[in-house]
């Protein structure tokens, strides 16, 4: 009996182990010690209250380890000197990130010209610095100026290219975050933030999803510096402004809004600069979080902001009236406002014939149809409508699922999902293996599929030149988004036929017309009508292209003269 008692006890009684285990305390316990976590948030505030820079080098030297958890952190890097300036000597330490500048620059261009003695900072003398000197009715008249260490430091010492001069901690360790080094001198409650940036960067290649045949090869980096210089470049304009964001409280992430001055409307440019100022998150990773933050609706999946890995085609924007908006650290830039035609328009229909653009404008109108609703009618003449399919057809379409056992809704949801899971397999898995799994997807399975019965070969049919289709939609985010409302028009015509077909397109366009992108209606070629002006589908000849969109209200209306190749004409004849 006692056997069995103490049996029953070592397997379900409870014993408490006596090896230690990590739990995370629950509010319980921060209750029962309210002092010592009080005592810990008021520490941690009287640091974090801290703002302007002390004339302490000690201080400053002390509060900097501390904000950085030098002791830990094994990247940052803190190099006390001793500075020489007009042959006297103060204590300094200089503040950068191991990996993020060029430490060339540093030893050459700032530690030596501070540290060695040379004719600059070892000069004594009394002498005021002259700022300006003028000779009127022969009389000299010179403009003079007291000593000053912060300005014979930054004019005299530093022979490098960018130096800023700030008062508060959070501006230098956004510097030093960035890539820059912080100069720390004692008896000064400024401190030098220095661009030494040297960080490995991707270079300037060819764009990977926007390919093109006839235009630009170049495309965007994770460089911001990089991205809007190569806006600049194509740009040309002094009326380019570039206006730096930061956004997210924690990362502080830097964002370029980019706008052409004396074309851009500048109730647009407030709004971009409103909707980025107020945004209250801790941290911005890449522009597709701000597409989201930023648009104005949400419960769709329609993409209303357009995002380029182009800087031809953001160039192309801007010279319209656009905003564009490039984030750090991310090689795609949003270009606002954008409407249906934009997302369906490439940058290479400004490089061809307008014949040649036009029809492919056209073949893609073509394609948005086919990825909408091709399968959707297909299931809607199948199972409700046979009488509208030529007699000869209908055999061959009811011979081939002769032996399948499933209905058609059964079949196409498994073909569209099974063509979704190789679309994703093929991105994902390694480059070398990508089209080996997409032949063997499309051309195994399939194959086995039709001869397991379990799919007719029209089927087989339907989904490929569905898949096919949605290829040739130039914008990621609207062909993604066409391929998700398919499956809702699948669903209806399965319930209804053509009438629940008529119903989900009727409700789509009616979604399509009420939405707006940042004041601009999304459908505005097409709807409202009364906006007869703005510039429709198809593109005219470019010596038609007389006037930017007037949905955006430019401050310029034209892009060019009536009359634009006057070498055509006698000038008696313009």
């Given amino acids: 009996m006692e056997n069995i008692k103490k049996f029953i006890k070592d397997v379900l009684g409870f014993q408490e182990d006596d090896k230690y285990t990590f739990i995370l305390p ?4 921060m209750i029962q010690n ?15 209250d801290v703002k302007n ?14 904000k950085y958890n030098s002791m830990i952190s094994s990247d940052v ?3 006390e000197f001793t500075l020489t300036a007009r042959n006297r000597q103060y204590k300094a330490f200089l503040l950068f990130i191991d990996g993020l500048v060029d430490t060339d620059l540093i030893n050459n261009y700032v530690l030596k010209p501070l540290m060695l003695k040379n004719t600059a900072n070892s000069f004594d003398g009394d002498q005021n610095h002259v700022i300006s000197e003028a000779v009127t009715n022969n009389i000299t008249v010179r403009k003079v100026r007291k000593f000053d260490i912060v300005s014979y430091i930054s004019n005299c010492l530093l022979p490098q290219n960018s130096i800023n001069k700030f008062s508060e901690f959070s501006d230098i360790f956004a510097g030093v975050n960035s890539g820059n080094c912080a100069l720390f001198i004692d008896t000064l409650d400024i401190a030098f933030d220095i661009d030494v940036k040297g960080f490995k960067q991707r270079n300037v290649d060819s764009a990977n999803n926007e390919i093109v045949i006839k235009g630009p090869q170049e495309a965007f980096v994770e460089n911001i510096r990089t991205n809007t210089s190569l806006v600049r470049r194509v740009v040309n304009s002094e009326n380019l402004v570039i206006e730096n964001i930061k956004v997210g409280k924690i990362s502080q992430t830097n964002c370029a809004v980019c706008y052409l001055a004396d074309i851009a409307n500048a109730d647009l440019v407030a709004e971009v600069k409103y909707r980025m100022n107020n945004l209250d998150i801790d941290s911005l990773i890449s522009s597709g979080q701000l597409e989201q933050l930023i648009s104005e609706n ?4 329609i993409p209303q902001i357009l995002s380029t890995e182009r800087p031809d085609k953001v160039t192309k924007y ?8 490039i984030v750090n650290g991310n090689p795609y830039c949003l270009v606002m406002p954008a409407t249906l035609v934009d997302f369906v328009s490439s940058p290479e229909d400004t490089n061809l014939r307008f014949q040649f653009s036009n029809f492919l404008k056209f073949l893609r109108l073509i394609s948005i149809g086919i990825t909408l609703f091709l399968p959707a009618f297909y299931i809607a003449m199948t199972n409700f409508h046979q009488e509208l399919i030529p007699t000869e057809l209908l055999f061959s379409i009811l011979a081939s699922r002769e032996n399948v056992p499933f209905p058609v809704i059964f079949e196409i949801l498994v073909m569209e999902i099974s063509f979704e899971l190789i679309r994703e397999a093929g991105l994902r898995v390694p480059s070398p293996i990508g089209p080996t799994i997409g032949i063997v997807g499309a051309l195994v399975l399939g194959q086995a599929a039709v001869s397991a019965s379990i799919v007719s070969p029209i089927l087989i049919i339907i989904v490929a030149i569905t898949g096919i289709a949605s290829f040739a939609i130039p914008d990621f985010s609207f062909g993604f988004h066409l391929r998700l409302v398919r499956f809702i028009f699948l669903m209806l015509t399965f319930i209804s036929g053509f009438l629940g077909l008529a119903i989900g397109a009727f409700v789509y366009m009616t979604i399509l017309c009420s939405l707006r992108s940042f004041g601009v209606s999304y459908m505005v070629s097409f709807a409202p009508m009364e906006d007869a002006e703005a510039p429709g589908y198809f593109i005219p000849p470019i010596w038609r292209r007389e006037k ?4 955006l209200d430019p401050k310029k209306q034209y892009t060019q003269k009536h009359i634009s190749m006057k070498w055509k004409y006698k000038k008696e004849d313009l």
């Avoid at 000690?58 to 900097?64: A, G, R």
């Avoid at 801007?318 to 908006?325: C, D, F, P, S």
């Fill in 77 to 79: 890097i803190i190099r």
């Fill in 34 to 48: 309210k002092d010592i976590t009080d005592e810990k948030i008021d520490s941690k505030k009287s640091v974090d």
């Fill in 548 to 551: 930017r969109p007037n949905y």
């Fill in 26 to 29: 629950n509010k319980t316990a």
């Fill in 318 to 325: 801007l010279y319209q009236g656009r905003v564009a908006v």
């Fill in 53 to 66: 820079i002390y004339t302490s080098i000690d201080v400053n030297l002390e509060y900097v380890k501390v």
């Fill in 298 to 301: 949400n419960k769709y999946s």
